[in-house]
């Protein structure tokens, strides 16, 4: 089962969510004032909002609590790309990035909204607070009744499948196993093969083990979790 996450943006379960917007509904970047912004989300989605809006001369702060420019983590998922740190790079002077800042609450002024953040400390956004805070599939009505939710993501067996329905399985970004997220095209598509095979497996249909070797040649067969550690080999 892949149903796409486009239409399940994850708003923080926080006091006052309702004051900020999501990136997914930013049609135009022209509808920003030349204001400072707030964006909520330091991962590739926060720096990509703020990027458009600095080469539109739009300066932005950015707040999170674990920034992917400072990641030292081989895994894309979980720091910025080569390609992503050079647009930023580009327009550095326009984007202050505040980390270690877990945003628990909005409160809507009179002409501001004030920002608390864990540690306590607050800030004053003039501006709607945008958020670039990924998607939560787990929202879906089909998900939620035939998956086990935690932290927003189904739960799954070792094989992909839901630990509450038998014989449904799950593919795409919101497949992770441990500490493994498989959020990249490129790694969620190595998944296709090996839950393939458990299919074919449950039907009792043969396995051409020459197919098996065509993915496993082409790095496309990911059944070892063990293999994606920092050396990012997935």
């Not at 030292?72 to 050079?86: N, V």
């Not at 326009?94 to 004030?114: G, M, N, R």
Request: with cysteine.
């Amino acid at each position: 089962m892949g149903i796409g996450d486009f239409s399940y943006p994850y708003r923080p379960d926080i006091p006052g969510n309702n004051y900020g917007i999501h990136y997914v509904d930013i049609q135009t970047y022209n509808r920003f004032s030349d204001q400072m912004q707030t964006v909520i989300g330091g991962n590739e989605a926060g720096f990509d909002v703020a990027i458009n809006l600095a080469k539109r001369g739009i300066p932005t702060t950015i707040y999170t609590t674990e920034s992917g420019l400072e990641s030292k983590a081989a895994d894309p998922s979980k720091r910025l790309s080569t390609f992503t740190i050079g647009r930023y790079l580009k327009y550095a002077d326009l984007i202050h990035v505040e980390s270690h800042k877990q945003l628990v609450a909005i409160k809507k002024k009179p002409t501001a909204f004030k920002l608390t953040f864990a540690d306590s400390s607050t800030a004053i956004s003039q501006t709607k607070p945008i958020f670039a805070t990924g998607f939560a599939a787990s929202q879906s009505p089909l998900v939620s009744s035939l998956f086990d939710i935690r932290a927003n993501r189904p739960l799954l067996t070792a094989m992909d499948e839901s630990t509450k329905s038998p014989n449904v399985f799950l593919i795409g970004p919101q497949v992770t196993h441990d500490d493994v997220v498989l959020c990249y095209i490129y790694k969620y598509r190595q998944r296709f093969a090996p839950l393939a095979e458990e299919l074919l497996a449950r039907l009792r249909m043969t396995i051409n083990p020459q197919v098996t070797q065509q993915y496993k040649k082409a790095n496309m067969f990911l059944d070892d979790f063990d293999d994606c550690d920092v050396n990012c080999q997935c």
